[in-house]
């Protein structure tokens, strides 16, 4: 007959074997991370053919302005002063814009990954004017090339730029030409010509209408003295960022809208901005961000789920340890090996059947393969269908809480504490009894566990 273990001997070879596990996880760990790096290439990939996370801005007015400088300059030994004409820009952005944007969202599909996709609609108008007081930034109305002003509009990727765009200065429509887009846009989008020249510099009021096709993301960097854009989708799930929050926004299941109004005070710069050459105006600026975000990120759940594996392990491995060292059964290290594998196993078959059926279908399936799997093992190795019952009851509370808590994200950590807390309170309690030391149990058999 074989020599028995002292109950530390087999509890010092369970949290060995356990830690012997946190290998394989990690290996899953790695694995949801290579499947999410796919599901971002496949996106990507939707996105080089349809377009990116787009990032609107304008439109503004560029007008050049000439200045005479006068410079001093050494030639031949000798101080001489000369005339220099200068030929810059002057940024006129809107003393008011006013916009609708539509957001028309559709599903891609590539291989078994799927991303959310968009086609934009804007339709806007937009009054310029010359500030009264152009003289302080340096520029006189005279210096101004009004008849070689020009209208721009910034688009971060103009690969998704849709057909039927447009720019009209009192009903007549001007030709659109590429490029010359807006700093915030990395120089990207179009323009066109206005002769600003007949009116002398009257306020003047600009139509605009373009469609963009954009991926997940849609920004709007605000520019003009007082913004007001509304932004309306059949999208149910928006998530609004950036530094501009909506006035107001209504989200229901049938989509949203949102209107946002803001003042040039709260961008925190004048309507007149006069660049250095070279310089790129508008980088940097502050935007709103709307995301078409998926109510459910799979990749995110399963890292998450994975996160608790070992409150799985320890769990299920302490079951086993008190049947061992209590109840009288004989649990070998291979065991709790194979047993271990099949808890690991569960977040492998987690993944593979949420990318094809979704996370809640694909919890429920894989959560009972291994419920039945090691229930139907634990009765051989602990040599009791009562003994395996209560395994398969405890592995189904803890699947039962883990889907809480993924749930339940903002008070997942207060309820795993109390339970661990109950969990070791009632560890201890079953094992008062136990000579960790010595050969087995003390006198009494401690109650509470399933006998053969």
Excluded at 144 to 162: K, M, N, P, Q, T
Excluded at 213 to 219: E, S
């Amino acid at each position: 007959m074989a020599k028995d273990r002292s109950p530390g001997f087999k509890l010092g070879m369970t949290v060995l074997i356990g830690a012997l596990l946190a290998i394989p996880l990690f290996m899953v760990y790695a694995l949801v991370w290579d499947r999410q790096s796919q599901s971002e290439t496949a996106r990507a990939s939707v996105a080089e053919g349809w377009g990116g996370p787009q990032m609107l801005a304008g439109p503004v007015m560029v007008i050049p302005y000439r200045q005479q400088s006068v410079e001093t300059v050494t030639e031949n030994g000798k101080a001489t002063t000369r005339a220099v004409t200068i030929d810059r820009e002057l940024f006129l952005a809107p003393v008011k814009n006013t916009a609708k944007v539509d957001v028309s969202p559709e599903r891609r599909v590539k291989s078994i990954y799927e991303t959310v996709v968009y086609e934009a609609r804007v339709k806007g108008t937009a009054r310029f004017a010359l500030p009264a007081d152009l003289a302080r930034f340096g520029v006189k109305p005279e210096e101004l090339l009004l008849d070689r002003a020009e209208i721009r509009v910034g688009i971060s990727d103009a690969r998704g730029l849709l057909a039927d765009n447009g720019i009209s200065v009192g009903g007549t429509a001007l030709p659109l030409r590429p490029g010359k887009g807006l700093g915030a846009t990395n120089g990207s989008g179009f323009f066109a010509f206005a002769d600003w020249s007949a009116g002398a510099g009257a306020p003047l009021d600009v139509a605009y209408r373009f469609g963009v096709r954009g991926n997940g993301q849609l920004t709007l960097i605000p520019d003009a003295e007082s913004t007001d854009w509304t932004i309306a989708s059949q999208w149910p799930h928006p998530s609004f960022g950036g530094q501009f929050l909506p006035n107001s926004r209504s989200v229901t299941d049938k989509g949203f809208t949102a209107r946002y109004t803001i003042s040039n005070l709260a961008l925190g710069r004048a309507i007149v901005q006069l660049p250095q050459p070279g310089e790129q105006v508008g980088q940097g600026a502050q935007s709103a961000q709307i995301d078409l975000i998926e109510p459910v990120n799979l990749y995110s759940q399963v890292d998450r789920a994975v996160k608790y594996g070992f409150l799985f392990i320890g769990f299920t491995f302490l079951a086993f340890l008190m049947f061992d060292i209590i109840a009288g059964a004989r649990v070998a290290a291979a065991e709790y090996l194979l047993t271990g594998a099949g808890l690991i196993l569960f977040f492998v078959l987690l993944l593979a059947f949420a990318e094809i059926i979704g996370f809640t279908l694909a919890y429920l399936l894989a959560s009972g393969a291994i419920i039945a799997l090691i229930s139907a093992y634990s009765a051989a190795v602990l040599g009791s269908a009562k003994r395996a019952g209560f395994i398969a009851g405890l592995l189904l509370g803890l699947y039962a809480l883990l889907y809480v808590l993924l749930n339940l994200e903002a008070y997942s950590l207060i309820i795993g504490s109390v339970l661990l807390f109950a969990a070791l309170a009632a560890v201890m309690y079953v094992t008062r009894k136990v000579d960790w030391s010595g050969l087995g149990k003390r006198d009494e058999v401690a109650q509470g566990l399933p006998q053969a």
